[in-house]
């Protein structure tokens, strides 16, 4: 007999890159977000029939189907540098507790549940609010694990981002646990945990080699700016970068990626030289937009990313569909979680872990009619 596949809840859903990652491996029952233009790219790609557009603060736990795993990436602006930090007691992340107030009303609790954040979670208010979280977890029978991921080992795009992974107490976590710290673990996490004592250091095992670079990505095709709007752009650059391109073979084709800030006053393009591209954002998150410098055949033209590149920075299949509009499609990916990371901790840890409580579930349910 085959395992029936573990369904799936995606809150703060965005345009449905998480969903994409799980759905190869859980059947997506529900999943909500307040913008109607991220929805309208949610739901071009995987249907409409369980996408509810509204806020969470609107949401009841009664009218949500059943999720063995659920998934909430909720928003980081009070979390982010580039925000005011004001942490999980400010507006936009302390949606956190709304989410968790949906949960209390849920009449079946997820077996397993994942949050994703920026890594500010970790820091904000002195660890202070990863401790609110991690204990309103705990208060719930869920035993939990932080980690941080860099999306950069699946991707050319440097995305650190935090994950907790809470599963419920009953589960055997044994095959799961590392009971020490791993290549999950860097020091941000440990310093967020240090205070606690029953951490889980859950196990995976690491990606293997990333197969694409970012000039593997790019559309060379692709409209390029007018030689003066590239000359004013290239201009920017800070001496010490100039000195670097100036040296790159005239037959070499090479990008390099920069965001335009401003440093004592003056305006800079500060460029990668990794291959990556650096964190995509949305405008919320303030400059926003990442340029890029293109070398080929011994000619600078520059543009800013695509929002193609943007979706296959993030992990998209190149078929996913975006918004017509340029700036709905790069703030949705900005703001969205990479799919790659998504499905390796779905294969190597949600869906292990809901199999686990999966197996123990009819023992138990056989043990009470026994009883009874
Ligand atoms: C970090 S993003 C999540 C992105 C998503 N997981 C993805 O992969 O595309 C946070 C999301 O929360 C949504 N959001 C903000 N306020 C909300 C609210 N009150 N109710 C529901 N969703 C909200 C935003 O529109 C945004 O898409």
Redesign the pocket.
């Known amino acids: 007999m085959t395992a029936r596949l573990p369904t799936f809840v995606?809150?703060?859903?965005?345009?449905?890159?998480?969903t994409q990652g799980a759905k190869h491996a859980c059947i997506p029952v529900w999943s909500?977000?307040?913008?109607p233009k991220?929805a309208a790219i949610?739901t071009a790609n995987h249907g409409n029939d369980h996408f509810h557009l509204?806020?969470?603060?609107k949401v009841s736990g009664t009218s949500i189907p059943q999720g063995d795993i659920v998934?909430a990436?909720?928003?980081?602006q009070d979390l982010s540098l580039a925000g005011k930090m004001g942490g999980l007691a400010a507006s936009?992340s302390g949606?956190f507790w709304?989410w968790l107030r949906v949960l209390d009303e849920m009449p079946v609790k997820p077996s397993v549940i994942a949050l994703?954040?920026v890594v500010g979670l970790l820091a904000a208010n002195g660890g202070g609010d990863f401790r609110l979280l991690y204990q309103a977890l705990r208060d719930r029978s869920y035993k939990v694990g932080p980690m941080l991921l860099d999306a950069r080992l699946w991707v050319p795009q440097s995305r650190p981002r935090v994950f907790v992974v809470a599963a419920q107490d009953h589960i055997d976590t044994t095959a799961l646990d590392d009971h020490g710290p791993n290549w999950l673990h860097p020091d941000a996490v440990l310093k967020a945990i240090a205070p606690l004592d029953d951490i889980v250091f859950w196990a995976m095992p690491r990606p293997q080699k990333r197969p694409k670079t970012l000039t593997d990505l790019i559309d060379w095709d692709a409209p390029v700016f007018n030689d003066e709007r590239a000359a004013a752009l290239i201009s920017l650059t800070a001496a010490k970068h100039r000195e670097l391109l100036d040296k790159l073979p005239p037959n070499r084709r090479a990008a390099f990626p920069g965001y335009r800030r401003t440093r004592q006053g003056k305006q800079v393009l500060e460029l990668r030289f990794d291959d990556l591209s650096g964190c995509l954002r949305t405008a919320e998150g303030g400059s926003s937009c990442q340029f890029i410098l293109l070398h080929a055949a011994g000619e600078w033209k520059a543009r800013k990313i695509t929002s193609r590149e943007a979706a296959l920075l993030m992990g998209a299949p190149r078929s996913y569909k975006l918004s017509f509009s340029y700036n709905e499609s790069y703030n949705?990916m900005g703001?969205?979680?990479v799919v790659p990371v998504v499905k390796h901790l779905v294969d190597h840890l949600l869906v292990p872990l809901s199999q686990a409580h999966a197996k123990r579930t009819p023992k138990a349910v056989s043990r009470v009619r026994l009883s009874a």
């Open positions: 995606d809150f703060f859903a965005g345009s449905g890159l998480v909500n977000d307040i913008c991220k949610y509204g806020s969470i603060e998934w990436s909720f928003p980081c936009r949606l709304e994703e954040n949705a703001d969205a979680v």
